[in-house]
Structure formats: structure tokens, C-alpha cells
């Protein structure tokens, strides 16, 4: 069983930065692949960016190509999630997703989920 906590939304206006974390209960996160998903109200879950359980390999949503970047610490059993130029249309709730091996962008594929933290881009 892996338990995911996200941290690091907020309110900020166009334009700004924020990092969310991902930490991760087991210590062995390094044999998962996480992903980054997010929900803005009314709308389906998507795929923001997925990592390798290495770090060595990440796939951008090509929304966020540019302005977003994923790391990865396993030694601290945490993933990070770096956004920039933020715009309104980035409004939504994200969630952090784990699964073992493979990356995916694929929600579906992920047995693992935090609770999510709201993120508020204002114009």
C-alpha cells in the first residue's frame, strides 16, 4: 500500500510560480512511476506530466510542455511538480498518482492516489 499526501497549492495570480510535492509513504518509491493529474470542476481528469520511476523520463500533456517541469527525489520518497507562468486555465484540483514500473498517462492505470491540492490561478 502506498499513501501519497500532495502540499504546495495555493491561490496565485497569472503569471506566477508554484511547486507541489508529492511524498509518498513506502520506501520503495523508487519502483514507482508517478503521475500528475488534475480536475477543474465539470471537467474530466487529465494528465499533466508522468514520471519514470528513475526520473530519467518524463511525458508532457502538451498544454503544459515548457511551463511545467517534474522531478524526482527517491531518497526523500518525493515528487515534485514545478509550474511557471501559470494561467487561469491551469485552475484546478491536482492530484498526484503512483503505480508500480511504467509510466502512463493513463489515470486508469494507477492504483495509488493522494487526496489532491487545490490550485487557484486568478486573472
Known amino acids: 500500500q502506498v499513501q501519497l499526501v500532495e502540499s504546495g497549492g495555493g491561490l496565485v495570480q497569472a503569471g506566477a510560480s508554484l511547486r507541489l510535492s508529492c511524498a509518498a509513504s513506502?520506501?520503495?518509491?523508487?519502483?514507482?512511476?508517478v503521475g500528475w493529474f488534475r480536475q477543474a470542476p465539470g471537467k474530466e481528469r487529465e494528465c499533466v506530466v508522468t514520471?519514470?520511476?528513475?526520473?530519467?523520463?518524463?511525458v508532457y500533456a502538451d498544454y503544459v510542455r515548457g511551463r511545467f517541469t517534474i522531478s524526482r527525489d527517491n531518497a526523500k520518497n518525493t515528487v515534485y511538480l514545478q509550474m511557471n507562468s501559470l494561467k487561469p486555465e491551469d485552475t484546478a484540483v491536482y492530484y498526484c498518482?503512483?503505480?508500480?514500473?511504467?509510466?502512463?498517462?493513463?489515470?486508469?492505470?494507477?492504483?495509488?492516489w493522494g487526496q489532491g491540492t487545490q490550485v487557484t490561478v486568478s486573472s
Open positions: 498518482a503512483a503505480k508500480p514500473s511504467a509510466a502512463s498517462m493513463v489515470a486508469s492505470d494507477y492504483p495509488y
Open positions: 513506502t520506501r520503495t518509491f523508487s519502483g514507482y512511476a
Open positions: 514520471i519514470s520511476w528513475r526520473g530519467d523520463f518524463a
